[in-house]
Structures are given as C-alpha cells and as structure tokens.
C-alpha cells in the first residue's frame, strides 16, 4: 500500500498505528523547507539587529512557518510580539506551563512542544496559543459577500443508486465520455484491456474505476467522486455502489447529495428481480437522508428495442413506490435511456424506434434540477470524506460543506477530539481558493494539528460556535423493521458508531408528529416513532441532523434528530 493510500484510509486508530510513513522523523522539515528556514532565520536576526536576542530561536521558527517564510511579516510579527509588546498584555499570549498541555504552534505534525515551552519559560514568555498565533494569510473576507459577487457556476451533487448491474457505472463512464471529460482513446484502450479477460462490455464502467485508481495514487484532494461541467452547474458525481454490502458507502454519498439518480434495468426479468433488491431500499433510504428530487434513469430499453410500454410499465410502477417512498411528484422524472450507446443522455437517441420520447436527455434533466437550499449563515459545519497527506501540508482533508463558510487562515475546531487547526490553504471544487461555502466540495491544508485527532467522518466547525458530542439523542424514526430495544448501528454521512435503542418514548401520526400511543414494546415497519438511542462513545451529533440505523446488516431505520 502506497504511503498516500495509507493515509487517505485513517478510518481507525489501529490503522492509524500500522501506518508506518507516520513516524516522529517526519516531524522534520522537508530538505527545501529546512533551507528556506535557514535562510530565513539569518535574514530576520539581521532585520532585528541587536534586537534579536529578545526572541527565541523557537519563536522566529514558529512564525517563519507561519507566515511561509515570509520575513518581512515574521519581522513585523516579532518585533509587535516579543520586541515592542502591547501595553496589555493579551490574555492568551503568556500561559504558564505548569501542567498545562501545551499547543503545538509550528505546525509540524503536533509534535510535543518541550523545547519551545522551556524555551518560552526561560525567556519569560510563554509558548504561544492558537487563538493569539498568526493567522497565515488569512484576508479577513465578507465571505458570503464574496459567495454573493463571484459569478461562479451553480454547484449541485448527486448520488447514482440502483440495483447490481443495472448500469449505473456504465452509464456514468458514456456521460464523461460524451461531455469530452474522458477522452475516446482512453476508452478504447479500456475497451482493449476489458476484452483481455472476456470483460470487453465492461470498458465504459472501467472509466469510472480508472479513474478512482489515479486518484487514490495520486495527490488530487478529491473525494472518490468524479467531476463534469455543463454551461450553467459544476457537477459532482458521488459513487454508490449497487450491492448489498456497500450501503453504507450509499449512506455516506446520499448524504452528501442535492439530488439522485436512480437506475433501472429495464432487460427483462431484471426490472422485477432489482425491485425485490436494492431498488426499493436505496430509494428510502435517499429519501430518509433527506433528498426530494429523484431523476429515475430506464436504463438498457435498447435490450427491449425501446419499447414504449416496457418504459410505461415500469414508469407506473416505480411512480407509485417512489410517492409511497416520499418523493412527491413534481419532484421525480422519468428518462428512458441506454447508457451503453449514450441515447438520450448527453445526446437524443438517433434510433428511430426511440422517437417516441421528446422530453429532457438526462443531462438537461440534471440542469433542471434546484440543489438543495445552502446553510450559509448557519454555524460552519463540515463532514471529513478524506484525510491525506499533500505537498501543501502533513494534513489535509476533504469534504463537503453542511453549512456556513470557511476562509483560509480561520482557526478550526475537529470534534469529536476537540482539537483546533488553521487552515492554511484551500482548494474547492480542485482549484485554489481563499474561501468556501455551504454546498461546495473543499479541500483544506491544515497546520497545528496531530493527524491523531482527524477521522473521517469527523466534523470541522467554527470553534466559536462548536458542534456538541453526544452519547444519547431523541430521534423521530421511520421504520423500515420491527424496532424494540436493541443493538444497532448509527450511521451519519460517513460517521458510524455502535449504539442501542434503549427507549420507545411514542408512536407518533405521521401526518402530525401527534404521540399516537406512550411506551409502545415495539414498533411495526412503516411506522413512525420517537426513540431515544445511547451511544457506545460520544460522537459530534445535533438536532437536524440525519442518521440511519442499521442491525445485521439491514437497515432497520432512519430519522432525524430532535
Ligand atoms: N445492452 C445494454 N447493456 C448495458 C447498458 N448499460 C450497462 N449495460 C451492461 O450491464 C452490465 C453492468 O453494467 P455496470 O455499469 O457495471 O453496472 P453497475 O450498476 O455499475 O454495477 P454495480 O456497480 O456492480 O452495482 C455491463 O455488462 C454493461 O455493459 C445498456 O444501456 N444497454
């Protein structure tokens, strides 16, 4: 396993342990930071003049690092720090040491500040807390402001479910390849592999595995997701994979999701065995994660020579499980498609026994299609997808922003660890930025922080205003399964803990969240209920929030905080 795989994969903390790249040596500076340092630190203590002994060592290295060794600013730093301090002292500038767990300020990896401290101690000035240490480059933005003036594109996500083998990922591979993100050679060549191992109907699946496999090799700070641009909207294509075994990745991806794209195998006997499989769960489950808009691909009709009544059969059919699902009919649309030959997806099908169909390719579809409304001016929230290591920083995550707005230079608070960083540097959407908002996919190169504290599924929030960490929560549920007292698994985006329904508190009507009938021994499938579920450990959770609750393997339910 590459080293950058290693660390894109610090689910656990035993993982964590096993990832030997990790180790107090690379606390170290790289050979070209350690030059730059070097000269920097000649080039302050000639700008300070007989000033510099008033600094330490240790504090002219923290703010090279700082300000990315940039001297003038360091100088400018140093001298309105340590050589000509305020009056006031502010408060959080001196800090005793004395049994207090100093906070790391160099950036490099967390490592224990001892010599610094001492150092700082011996001087009579303490080692230098986050809230009071430099901000690095941070512009002080409006940033909803900016979000409002920027003529950026409309950003949407969406997730693509449907049963095994209904075509999701062919489907996907053809929109790429016909909106000229992936190129025909490449497709060819994947064409000539496919058809090595007997494979060859594979090839346009294998664009989106492919280039899932560059990612994870490479440094790109994306989020296993792949990425297409129409004129108006930036879309980000989140993978979900068909079996059984994966929910939970769907889970994660639904999510993170404005809207879905469900696939339907409309071979025949296939539309009916995916209805008995994941069809019907992937569909309640989107819906109870919370999105409203469902574009339901009839996917493979070239296999039933693009007949009218096999697209009208099913469209009935999925209409009615779909609205029994929750997803109201102004917000579900029907697009008969081969995904294979690329008809009525980016192009209208050319095949005249399809001419029956005037409506929206799929992509129109999507254009169509209002993202969820953002949280812009809630409290930052940010879910991590991905952790990995960068050329920007030791420690860089992924994910997209729930809600609020970040900024480069903002401090940032991890919970459940409840450790702060800065970020340093940002990227959104694979371009440098200096500031993201609720909706946008952002990467962030974090300093202060021990990549110990950081795990997927781990949520940033403003330090100011922090998520809290619960082991207990109310949850108004819907049913999928018998529910009594029991074991369960709490998911939550990419989040999952151990936990158990410890009480039933009330049935409640459906329509009016009314208590139907108190204390009930156990709930029936369909219905809905308030719950109170304890959890093995405290993870970041608040009222709003999403979760499904899964046991053997099945998901048993899913609801919303209260
Ligand atoms: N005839 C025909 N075959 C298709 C079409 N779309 C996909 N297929 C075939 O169906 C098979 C499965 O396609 P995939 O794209 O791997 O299906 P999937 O839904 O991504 O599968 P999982 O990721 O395993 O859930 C492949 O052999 C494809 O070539 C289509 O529109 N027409």
């Not at 294998?206 to 899932?212: E, F």
Request: glycine content about 8%.
């Amino acid at each position: 396993m590459s080293r950058h795989q290693a660390v894109r994969n610090l689910d656990y903390q035993n993982e964590l342990d096993d990832y030997e790249g990790y180790s107090e040596e690379e606390d170290e500076l790289s050979p070209e930071d350690r030059a730059l340092m070097e000269q920097g630190k000649a080039a302050v203590r000639e700008a300070l003049a007989n000033q510099a002994s008033k600094v330490t060592t240790t504090q002219i290295e923290e703010a090279l690092w700082h300000y990315y060794y940039d001297v003038d600013k360091t100088v400018a730093y140093l001298i309105s720090k340590f050589i000509d301090p305020p009056k006031k002292t502010p408060k959080a500038v001196l800090e005793s040491n004395a049994g207090k767990k100093q906070v790391d300020t160099a950036g490099k990896k967390g490592k224990k500040k001892t010599d610094s401290s001492a150092d700082g101690v011996a001087n009579g000035v303490g080692a230098l807390k986050i809230e009071d240490a430099p901000l690095p480059k941070s512009k002080n933005l409006d940033v909803l402001s900016e979000f409002h003036n920027s003529k950026s594109k409309k950003t949407a996500s969406f997730v693509v479910v449907g049963h095994v083998d209904a075509g999701k990922s062919t489907m996907m591979g053809r929109l790429l390849l016909d909106l000229g993100v992936v190129e025909q050679r490449t497709v060819d060549k994947l064409r000539q592999e496919a058809d090595k191992i007997g494979k060859k109907s594979f090839a346009l699946a294998w664009v989106l595995d492919q280039r899932t496999e560059e990612r994870s090799r490479g440094v790109t700070i994306d989020i296993a997701t792949n990425r297409f641009e129409t004129d108006t909207t930036l879309f980000t294509i989140l993978d979900a994979p068909g079996h059984q075994d994966f929910i939970p990745n769907m889970i994660a991806g639904a999510s993170q999701a404005d809207f879905a794209i469900l696939v339907i195998d409309a071979s025949t006997g296939a539309f009916e065995s995916g209805l008995k499989g994941q069809t019907r769960e992937h569909s309640l489950l989107i819906r109870s994660m919370g999105v409203s808009r469902i574009i339901v691909a009839v996917n493979k009709l070239d296999t039933v020579g693009w007949s009218v009544e096999r697209f009208n059969e099913i469209k009935n059919q999925v209409s009615g499980f779909l609205s029994a699902t929750g997803f109201q009919a102004k917000n579900i649309s029907f697009v008969p498609l081969s995904g294979l030959h690329g008809d009525n997806l980016v192009r209208r099908s050319s095949d005249s026994a399809a001419s029956w169909y005037t409506g929206a390719t799929l992509v129109e579809e999507l254009e169509n299609s209002e993202p969820s409304a953002r949280a812009l001016a809630k409290p930052l929230r940010m879910t991590i997808a991905e952790v990995f290591r960068t050329q920007q920083s030791p420690l860089s995550i992924a994910g997209r922003l729930d809600a609020g707005s970040l900024q480069m230079g903002d401090a940032i608070l991890v919970q459940p660890s409840g450790e702060k960083a800065y970020i340093k540097s940002l990227q959104v959407d694979e371009a440098p930025a200096d500031w993201a908002v609720a909706g946008q996919n952002a990467a962030l190169h974090l300093s202060n922080i021990d990549p110990i504290h950081v795990r997927v599924g781990d949520i940033i929030c403003d330090p100011a205003k922090p998520i809290n960490c619960l082991d207990t929560f109310t949850l108004k549920a819907l049913a999928f399964d018998f529910l009594m007292p029991m074991q369960v698994d709490v998911h939550r985006g990419r989040l999952h803990v151990a936990g158990r329904i410890e009480v039933i508190t009330g049935l409640l009507d459906k329509v009016t969240g009314a208590v139907t009938k108190k204390k009930p021994k156990i709930v029936k499938p369909a219905s809905v209920a308030r719950i109170v579920v304890k959890l093995e450990s405290k993870v970041p959770l608040e009222a709003g929030q999403r979760v499904v609750l899964r046991s053997g393997g099945q998901t048993v339910a899913a609801g919303l905080l209260e």
